[in-house]
């Protein structure tokens, strides 16, 4: 009996790339840039219509061509469809004042059957096929009456789009307590949860209304700050713990990692001590302190 023949193992193939290029495109209001395929090459702050999940919208090119890499794409990537013409733009402006009188409508008719949510913003896509209102509530809204309103008044698909406080202060924006333009309207593309165990990390007072910002959540720079606090707190104490310092005994009541000052308190007094004063450095290692015992 012969043996059945075997076949000859296939050469493998190469994918084919569904772009030669990849570009990263910005949009108005976000300081996010998005990766996009692309067939030619195109240089930064050119102004491009794009495919996106909403619609057609008009970005700005933020990283010029680049060759299109597999590794930096998440999930599908979207088509830039040509760069924008003076008709495009055009109508990008027009779309901008309409958007404008939407939001009357719209608050109108919010306020007509006393629903409970505050809109923020509306905008048109490039080809008005879709209306986008943006709006805050703090529960979940029935605006399956607030449809019929604006579907009898606005042509094309209407979207509402709930979002939390913190969006709210990215798109609004405004200046925080630090007099700079808040974080999350300035550079920040995404939110990263933020935890009263920041605050203590950093030794302050639990004072909400203090360690709030004007969206009334946790500050992001508490997030900010985190590591580096943490880094400095390495191998110190914990605050209310008994330390013995010039032959008395002493209770660690505050630290001050920035100043690196200690404080120390009994019945009879209090003392500020430094931490190279009070935590003498181990000749074999200097970023480990020890407590004078």
Do not use: W
Request: charged share 30%.
């Amino acid at each position: 009996m012969s043996k059945p023949q075997q076949q000859p193992a296939k050469k493998p193939t190469l994918k084919s790339k569904p772009f030669p290029y990849m570009v990263y495109i910005q949009f108005d209001g976000s300081k996010k840039a998005y990766s996009f395929g692309a067939f030619d090459e195109y240089k930064t702050n050119e102004s491009v219509v794009v495919e996106t999940v909403r619609g057609q919208e008009i970005g700005t090119v933020y990283v010029p061509s680049m060759p299109y890499d597999e590794s930096k794409i998440k999930g599908d990537i979207k088509p830039i469809l040509r760069r924008a013409t003076e008709k495009d733009l055009k109508r990008k402006a027009e779309n901008e004042e309409k958007a404008k009188e939407a939001m009357e409508i719209c608050q109108a008719a919010i306020t007509k059957l006393a629903l409970d949510m505050h809109l923020i913003s509306c905008e048109y896509t490039l080809d008005r096929s879709k209306i986008m209102f943006t709006y805050v509530s703090d529960d979940r809204v029935d605006f399956r009456g607030l449809l019929k309103e604006l579907a009898g008044q606005l042509q094309g698909r209407i979207e509402l789009r709930q979002v939390g406080p913190r969006n709210k202060a990215k798109l609004v924006g405004g200046i925080g307590i630090c007099g700079m333009e808040c974080c999350c309207s300035r550079f920040m593309s995404d939110f990263d949860t933020v935890s009263i165990n920041m605050a203590k990390n950093q030794l302050l007072a639990l004072n909400i209304s203090k360690l709030s910002g004007q969206c009334g959540k946790l500050k992001c720079c508490l997030r900010f700050e985190n590591d580096e606090y943490t880094q400095l707190r390495k191998n110190l104490p914990k605050l209310n713990s008994q330390i013995e310092y010039n032959g008395s005994n002493y209770r660690i009541t505050g630290m001050n990692v920035l100043q690196k000052q200690a404080k120390l308190e009994n019945r009879e007094e209090t003392l500020f001590v430094s931490f190279e004063e009070l935590f003498p450095r181990r000749k074999d290692d200097d970023n480990e302190p020890t407590e004078k015992l």
